[in-house]
């Protein structure tokens, strides 16, 4: 048990360094290319999405790769709205 708890931990620690990179980049360069509506947010905007950009990076990443835009909400409250 000793010998897999500090692999595990810099594992963390170094997903953890790269989401921190990431999510800075992300939070002022990449987030108005994957959601058009946050082109001219502010800088408390930007702070604010850097701890939830960090930890999902990788998805963020994926997504910020494609250029693809949000998901487009489907949910019944919607849907009636359109009606």
């Known amino acids: 048990m000793q010998a897999i708890v ?3 931990l810099a594992a ?3 997903y953890l360094a ?4 990431f999510g800075l980049a ?4 990449g987030v108005k290319k994957v959601d ?6 502010g800088l408390g905007f930007k ?5 939830g950009s960090a930890v ?6 994926a997504r910020w790769a ?12 919607r849907k009636s709205a359109e009606n």
């Open 66 to 77: 494609k250029g693809s835009p949000p998901p487009t909400e489907r949910s019944a409250h």
């Open 26 to 29: 992300f939070a002022f360069l």
């Open 12 to 14: 963390l620690g170094i």
């Open 18 to 21: 790269l989401g921190l990179a």
């Open 6 to 8: 500090p692999p595990l």
């Open 56 to 61: 999902f990076w990788p998805l963020l990443a």
């Open 47 to 51: 702070l604010l999405i850097v701890p």
């Open 36 to 41: 058009p509506g946050a082109a001219g947010a």
